[in-house]
Structure formats: structure tokens, C-alpha cells
DNA sequence: GAAAAATACTTTATAACTAAATTATTGATG
DNA sequence: CATCAATAATTTAGTTATAAAGTATTTTTC
């Protein structure tokens, strides 16, 4: 519990919305309300965390964050994954999933495997040379996310991560729901 | 720190995948390190709420997720905002701005305001028909954004929004120091 | 006060992503 | 078994984003 405590005295109260605030928060008002508040953060907090891994991606492996997520989803599954499993884990349209496999086929991190149980679908998988180079920016991502995430300590990032679940859950369910 | 032990964390087998677990963290493994899930799980989140969102926009409001973003900064700045400022609070580059302002200004939703004290700059202001309707798009915004995240509640939402809170604040700094 | 550096915006080229339509295949229903 | 719906991948057209280079202006430095 002394964690928290400490926790919030460094962090801004909400109501320290005054002079710079970085990000999408500069400027808020004090009567925005919680639901866009946390919203806004979220944005702010994952933003600036793909910015880093971002130019760090391009400038030591000359590559971007959508092909690593690509090849980091892929590195877990050996025989491979459909291309509508890989959209679905990534969160992102087929069409896309079909544009960054042609890319990373030509370039030789994947390839094509024809499903023989169902011919619409194809699997794709990393090539050896894939799974070897693939190893050794996984190793850089995981330790500047370390880097960049160790002051948070240990207890506040477990905690965290346990309230992004809940998070996660609870968006899950209503999207769901949601019929627009 | 052998090599081996490393590639087998990378390539592990789908075995451990937990059921139905949505998104990024699908078929990822235990020992999968801290720093590393909790940027996936905050990802995750980030994700889906803004699909959520940008789904309501477009189909309510024919209009994009970035676009709401930029007027809803301007909107908090009723003598407007210096494009370089815009950039920075939205987290974009310039360039990004300048193509968004285009369409903006073509759609009557914000004007280009000639800067006096300094000629390279533009102000840019919501125009009055624009301050209009972006004001009943900012209230449905809200909602769909209340209704999403009421079942986590007013204290987990303020805690949540005070880790997160802190986790800006040490990222910000780690950003300022990195030289890549 | 002239040269050099920094800044604000724009332009260019390209990558990533989406929604919607299309093609090919599979599954379900009468 | 024939049709109709659902699914997996692709194609297409358009938006959003980037990095890098270019232009015009301001600021700094000597």
C-alpha cells in the first residue's frame, strides 16, 4: 500500500491540468469528465510508448512497428497462423494483413503456405531466416521496453496490468454489444 | 543470458495460450517478460476503445478519428492554436497538420489566421459553424465513452487514470533522454 | 550587423490502414 | 443436390501518418 501512496503524490491530481501538460491532456478542463479524461491518458500513455519503439525499430533495424508486431505475433506459433487468425490478433482489416504478407514474402521473413483442409485460407509462418532475424530485434524491443518502463517498478507495473485486464474485459464485453 | 534460452521464449508453443484471450496478448507465454506485456495489454486497450470510437464517428458522423482529434484540441482554444503547438499537443508531425488543416479549411470546419508577430506562423481557429457542430459530435463522444467505460467504475477509473498518470510522467522523461 | 543556426510550415514520396467490392471456396438449408 | 449464405483472401480507392527535404522567416552568435 505504500507503493500508492507514493504513487499518488508524484503523479498529477487531476485537478493539475494547468501549464505543461504534454500530449492530447494540454488544456483540459477541469469539468471534462472521468470516462474522456482516462481516455485521453490511455492515448497519450500508448503514444508515446509507439514513439519510441518506433524510431528505435527504424533507425537500429531499419524496419516499423506494424511488420515487428506482424513478425512477434507470428515468432509464437511455429506452424504458423491463418491470415484471418493473424488480423484478428493484430486488430487489424485482412486487406491489411494481405499488404504486409506480400511485403515481408517478397523480402523473405515469410511465406505462403496453401491450406490443404481449406482452400480459401492460407497460412503463413516465418522462414528460418525470418525466425533467426527475428530473434535478435525481439531481444532489442524487449529491453528498451524494459529501459524505458523500469522506474515504474515492479509492484506498480504488475498492478497496472492488472487494471488494463479489467479494462480490456469490460471494453471487450461492450463491443460486443455494440450495434452502433 | 544464453542464447537459446531466448529463442525459446520468442518461439514458444501455443500450448499456454489461455482461452479466448482477445487481441495482441493471444498466445502469449508466462514467462513472457513484465515490460513486455504491459505494453502489449495497453495496446490492446488503446485499440479497441478507438476502434469503438472510430466505428461511432464514422457511422454517426461520417467523419475520422483524426479529425475529431484536432478540433477537439482547437476546441478548448477558442483564439485558436499556432499549427507547430497543434502538432505537439496531438502528438503528430507538422506535416501531418498541414494536411489535415487543408481539408479542414476546405470543409469550412476551421480558418488559417496569419500570425503578426512571427510570419512563419499560422493560427489556426475553429470557424463559428464549426465551434456549432463540433459541440454536438463532443457530446456524443462523451457518451460513448461513459457508456464504455461505466463498468469499471468511478474508483478503479480514477486509479487507473493516476497509474497511468505516472506511467506518462516516467516515459516523458526516459523520451527526453533518449538519444537512440 | 552579417553569417549561421534554429524554427514554422509546406511539399514529396511512401507506408499503413480502412471500408467496400470481388473472387473463390465452404457450409447450410430446403 | 442445388441454391443461398457465410467465410478467407484479395483488390481498389481513399485517408492518415511518417521522414526527409525545401522555403521563408526569426533568432543567435561572433
Request: aromatic content about 6%; glycine content about 8%; hydrophobic content about 40%.
Amino acid at each position: 500500500m505504500g507503493a500508492m501512496a507514493d504513487m499518488q503524490t508524484l503523479c498529477n491530481s487531476p485537478s493539475d491540468t494547468g501549464g505543461g501538460m504534454a500530449g492530447r491532456e494540454a488544456g483540459l478542463a477541469h469539468d471534462e469528465h472521468q470516462a474522456v479524461r482516462l481516455w485521453l491518458r490511455l492515448m497519450t500513455c500508448s503514444t508515446q510508448i509507439e514513439q519510441v519503439i518506433r524510431s528505435k525499430l527504424r533507425t537500429q533495424f531499419a524496419t516499423t512497428l506494424p511488420r515487428f508486431d506482424y513478425l512477434a505475433q507470428l515468432s509464437r506459433f511455429p506452424k504458423g497462423l491463418r491470415m484471418k487468425t493473424l488480423s484478428e490478433y493484430l486488430m487489424v482489416t485482412g486487406g491489411n494483413i494481405t499488404g504486409l504478407t506480400d511485403q515481408l514474402v517478397a523480402e523473405g521473413w515469410v511465406e505462403r503456405v496453401a491450406d490443404d483442409e481449406d482452400r480459401r485460407s492460407m497460412t503463413v509462418r516465418l522462414t528460418r531466416s525470418g525466425k533467426k532475424q527475428f530473434s535478435t530485434m525481439a531481444k532489442a524491443h524487449e529491453q528498451w521496453l524494459e529501459h524505458l518502463l523500469a522506474p515504474l517498478g515492479a509492484d506498480a507495473a504488475r498492478e497496472l496490468y492488472e487494471q488494463l485486464g479489467l479494462l480490456r474485459q469490460i471494453v471487450g464485453q461492450r463491443m460486443e454489444q455494440l450495434a452502433d
